[in-house]
């Protein structure tokens, strides 16, 4: 069904078709009883795929990425179609309309995109007034970025500003210093600025814990594109400054196993299929620095149980997709937590933590 949908949604301009697909899909879920049904054919309601994770129960580990919903103006749709939890944004303080159109590619022999959107966003005030209106129908992750218009120098200040902002109303929240699309926003990782900005947003959420009285966890999103050294320079920051969780990987500037492809030429963040062993092993290296004190949250090319379950082995507590939800459609979600249930059938465990957990260990003594 979903070749059919996508025979046709791929005949549009692809920024076009990721809008009248959402669209419809609002559309539809604003029919009575029509969000229920999309839940009963496309969700997957078991207690063995509860997955705790920084303090939050999600109702199975398959997650949306960020960059779908920048806006929030999709929440109660996307929840139908059956995701663990959704992860909007990235948001930024002030509206800005990101890069001239067209920004975004698919390059469909290898399952993959690139896209230079570069931060398009109503801005903090448009995007809460949006999820208020919608409410939270599971766990809501804000990924928050600074403006394009904001200096490095400042970013302290747009960051900070945003998680006072969604403090309130956010499940968890993710700074976002690894787009490749907003110019210097990535040396926002290297040591001192990334050092800098933790400690800011820590101080702030253990204010805002206090005066609020709730906790609300904090994570980091990272490049693919980092070489080991400061991959682990990064998780040594992690754990310096006690940050929540860490979320591996946004899109990369390289071009892995794309040779000869003409769009590969187009700038942007790759994302997909070419990205998947690339994000695993950043997972990995992770995992064996933060020696499972801090959770990770596996994302890039997953189209499959089986790409799930590799990089929940590799380290990952929770996953996301993005791209092969794309390519997929929304079996996507049902796909894989079936596949992941088999997983923790065949290993005897009562529940995919378990599971997980069991492979793990089997692969360090295989080490
Ligand atoms: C069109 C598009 C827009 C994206 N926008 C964002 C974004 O705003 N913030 C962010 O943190 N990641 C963004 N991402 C990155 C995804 O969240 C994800 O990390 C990456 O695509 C790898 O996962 P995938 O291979 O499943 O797509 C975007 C990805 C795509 C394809």
Request: hydrophobic share 40%; aromatic share 6%.
């Amino acid at each position: 069904m979903y070749r059919l949908v996508r025979s046709v949604l791929f005949r549009f301009d692809a920024e076009r078709s990721h809008r009248i697909a959402l669209r419809t899909l609002r559309w539809l879920c604003a029919i009575p009883g029509v969000p229920l049904l999309l839940r009963l054919v496309y969700g997957v309601a078991n207690p063995a795929l509860k997955t705790h994770v920084m303090g939050i129960e999600f109702p199975n580990p398959v997650c949306l990425a960020a960059g779908l919903d920048k806006n929030a103006d999709s929440v109660r749709a996307l929840f139908a179609l059956g995701f663990g939890g959704i992860e909007l944004g990235t948001v930024t303080p002030e509206p800005q309309p990101g890069n001239p159109p067209k920004r975004l590619f698919r390059v469909t022999r290898h399952h993959a995109l690139i896209n230079r959107l570069g931060f398009p966003s109503v801005g903090i005030d448009a995007f809460l007034e949006n999820l208020r209106r919608s409410g939270k129908p599971g766990p809501i992750g804000i990924n928050v970025g600074k403006n394009r218009s904001t200096a490095n120098e400042n970013a302290v200040t747009d960051y900070v500003r945003s998680l006072r902002a969604v403090y309130a109303i956010a499940d968890y929240v993710v700074i976002n210093v690894s787009s490749p699309n907003t110019p210097q926003l990535r040396a926002l990782q290297n040591r001192e600025n990334l050092g800098a900005l933790l400690l800011a947003l820590k101080n702030e959420q253990v204010e805002l814990g206090k005066t609020r009285s709730v906790f609300v966890p904090l994570a980091v999103k990272i490049s693919p594109d980092l070489n080991d050294e400061q991959i682990n320079d990064i998780a040594d920051l992690i754990l310096e400054h006690k940050l929540d969780a860490v979320i591996a990987t946004n899109s990369t500037v390289e071009r892995p196993g794309m040779e000869g492809e003409l769009l590969a030429a187009e700038a942007g963040g790759l994302s997909g299929r070419p990205l998947k062993d690339r994000s695993t092993e950043v997972i990995r290296l992770l995992y064996r620095r933060l020696r499972g004190q801090v959770p990770i949250v596996g994302v890039g090319g997953i189209e499959s149980a089986d790409d799930a379950w590799e990089k929940m082995v590799a380290g990952a507590d929770l996953i996301q997709v993005y791209t092969g939800f794309i390519y997929q459609g929304p079996a996507l979600v049902r796909r894989i937590c079936r596949g992941l249930l088999r997983r923790t059938r065949a290993a005897g465990c009562n529940t995919l933590e378990e599971a997980v957990a069991h492979a793990r260990s089997g692969v360090r003594m295989m080490r």
